[in-house]
Each structure stands twice: as structure tokens, then as C-alpha cells.
């Protein structure tokens, strides 16, 4: 019977885990499993809490950094960016003019659908701009105050 109130407890800190979204929880729902397969085993309540400890604690403190570390941008780890990450912070030229519904960008030879960062702001066929953020396939842009990074 005490393993299946550990299994349970595995399962709703799972889904807990599933709303916290802090890579943090399912390392308790995993010593929930392990206590669980002692208390099948025989285990007595004290030796099942241990075990839940020990493996949540483990857990925790060898997995979670890992995850950690490779939730980090390629800017905030120190790698050379690519993808989306490096388009942002690089120049642009626009081609067709941009306002804060449309407009068309050239990025390092590829056109991208772009639009004003402000609203009241419009570029020019010519002018330099800057990409500040891409939200999907579009180019969140402004002008080119930063001299070339």
C-alpha cells in the first residue's frame, strides 16, 4: 500500500512539474518512484523517506546543472551563436519600406518579412537598421544607431 501513495506522489509532482515548468519537482517525483520501489521491497517507512531523499537530493545536485547549463542562450554560455540568436544584433538593410505591420529586410543575403520596433518609426528603401528580436519568421527591427558588432 505505501508504494502506491509513493507512485501517486510521483505522479502529481510530475504534473506539478508540468505547470512549475522549473526543472525542479521532477527530481522529487523521481525519488517519489525510487522510494517507492523500496517500499516494494519491503522497506519500512524510515528506510523509504531515506531513499526518497537520497535520490531527490542526488538528483537535484548532479542532473539540474546540467539542464541548466544547456537551457542558456549560445550569448549567455559563451558559444558562438547561430540560428535566430545570431540575427539578432546584426545589421540589416531594408529593401522594401518598414512600418509597423510590414515591410523587407535583407539580413546577411537572406530577405526576411520585418517590421518597426516602435510603432511610429518607418525605414526607407537603403537604410541601415538594426534586428533587435525575430519573433517567428519576422525581423523586429530599428535604426542602426550601434556601430557594426
Known amino acids: ?8 506522489l510521483a505522479i502529481a509532482l510530475a504534473i506539478g512539474e508540468a505547470f512549475a515548468a522549473t526543472f525542479l519537482v521532477i527530481f522529487f517525483a ?7 520501489g523500496a517500499a516494494a ?6 528506510v523509504q523517506v531515506i531513499v526518497f531523499a537520497i535520490v531527490s537530493g542526488l538528483s537535484v545536485g548532479a542532473i539540474r ?6 537551457q542558456q542562450s ?6 558562438t551563436p547561430f540560428g535566430i540568436e545570431a540575427i539578432e544584433g546584426s545589421q540589416a538593410t531594408v529593401l522594401e519600406e518598414v512600418g509597423a505591420d510590414r515591410g ?11 517590421r518597426s520596433f516602435d510603432a511610429d518609426e518607418k525605414y526607407l528603401p537603403g537604410e541601415r ?3 533587435i528580436k525575430v519573433k517567428g519568421a519576422t525581423a523586429i527591427v530599428w535604426r542602426d544607431d ?4
Not at 500500500?1 to 501517486?8: I, K
Not at 521491497?41 to 524510515?46: T, V, Y
Not at 546543472?65 to 544547456?70: E, N
Open 1 to 8: 500500500m505505501e508504494a502506491v501513495l509513493w507512485v501517486v
Open 30 to 36: 523521481a525519488g517519489a518512484l525510487a522510494a517507492a
Open 41 to 46: 521491497l519491503g522497506a519500512n517507512l524510515l
Open 65 to 70: 546543472p546540467i539542464i541548466m547549463r544547456h
Open 74 to 79: 549560445a550569448l549567455e554560455s559563451g558559444e
Open 104 to 114: 523587407m529586410v535583407k539580413i546577411d543575403g537572406e530577405l526576411w518579412t520585418a
Open 129 to 131: 537598421v538594426r534586428v
Open 146 to 149: 550601434m556601430p557594426n558588432l
